[in-house]
């Protein structure tokens, strides 16, 4: 079973999180651990991996068909494509301004 092993160079707290601070941008995804599994129901053939995206407040599991490297490389190109939507610290999918509620009548 081949897997990648998770980031251990970062500091952590006693429950391995990082400490929080306000207003701070979150972590970056990381490529936490790709390990091989058996194909998915309804699938026959190929080789199948599970990647995990890590950052620290939450965590994306996926499944990839391929190589080790295949998958490896999908997992890394992901976790930047969603470090890249965070530079602004936040999120495309959240709105940019807050709506005025109507006063009461």
């Known amino acids: 079973m081949a897997a990648v092993k998770p980031d251990t160079t970062t500091p952590s707290t006693t429950?391995?999180?990082?400490?929080?601070?306000?207003?701070?941008?979150?972590?970056?995804?990381?490529?936490a651990n790709v390990e091989k599994i058996a194909s998915p129901d309804g699938?026959?053939?190929?080789?199948?991996?599970?990647?995990?995206?890590?950052?620290?407040?939450?965590?994306?599991?996926?499944?990839?068909c391929g190589s080790l490297k295949d998958v490896q490389a999908y997992?890394?190109?992901y976790a930047s494509q969603l470090n890249?939507?965070?530079?602004?610290?936040?999120?495309?999918?959240?709105?940019?301004?807050?709506?005025?509620a109507p006063p009461p009548a």
């Open 84 to 100: 890249a939507r965070t530079v602004h610290g936040q999120s495309s999918w959240t709105p940019r301004r807050k709506k005025v």
């Open 75 to 77: 997992a890394e190109q």
């Open 15 to 31: 429950d391995g999180k990082k400490p929080a601070s306000k207003g701070m941008r979150p972590e970056p995804y990381r490529v």
């Open 43 to 64: 699938l026959s053939g190929g080789t199948w991996y599970r990647y995990i995206l890590d950052n620290d407040s939450s965590v994306i599991t996926g499944q990839r």
